[in-house]
């Protein structure tokens, strides 16, 4: 079994910056393809970012391509996600997601075997 947990949401203004964490407990992080998902409310859960097991390739939504970066840290079994000039879009709830058998990685919720409870981010106008 594979445990993740979010930290480092909160609020902050439009345009403002904020990281949000994943500290996974897996023995073998390294070998996980991992993923960010957000939820706003009165909204289906939409894919923000993924990362490959090794960190070579990543993917974005084209909502966040080029304000938000993914990151891993495999010493540390974390994964990262830097957010820059943060819309009040951007306001939702964040998961992180994991799977062991993704060779690359994926947008695709489904391919996800293990989740994390989220954090809330809010971005004010």
């Known amino acids: 079994q594979v445990q993740l947990e979010e930290s480092g949401g909160g609020l902050v203004q439009a345009g403002g910056s904020l990281r949000v964490s994943c500290a996974a407990s897996?023995?073998?992080?390294?070998?996980?393809?991992m993923a960010w998902f957000r939820q706003a409310p009165g909204k289906e859960r939409e894919f923000v970012s993924a990362i490959s097991w090794s960190g070579d390739s990543a993917v974005y939504a084209d909502s966040v391509k080029g304000r938000f970066t993914i990151s891993r840290d495999n010493a540390k079994n974390t994964l990262y996600l830097q957010m820059n000039n943060l819309k009040p879009e951007d306001t939702a709830v964040y998961y992180c997601?994991?799977?062991?058998?993704?060779?690359?990685?994926?947008?695709?919720?489904?391919?996800?075997?293990?989740w994390g409870q989220g954090t809330q981010v809010t971005v004010s106008s």
């Open positions: 997601a994991a799977d062991e058998s993704l060779v690359a990685a994926s947008a695709r919720d489904t391919e996800y075997d293990y």
């Open positions: 897996a023995r073998r992080f390294r070998t996980y393809a």
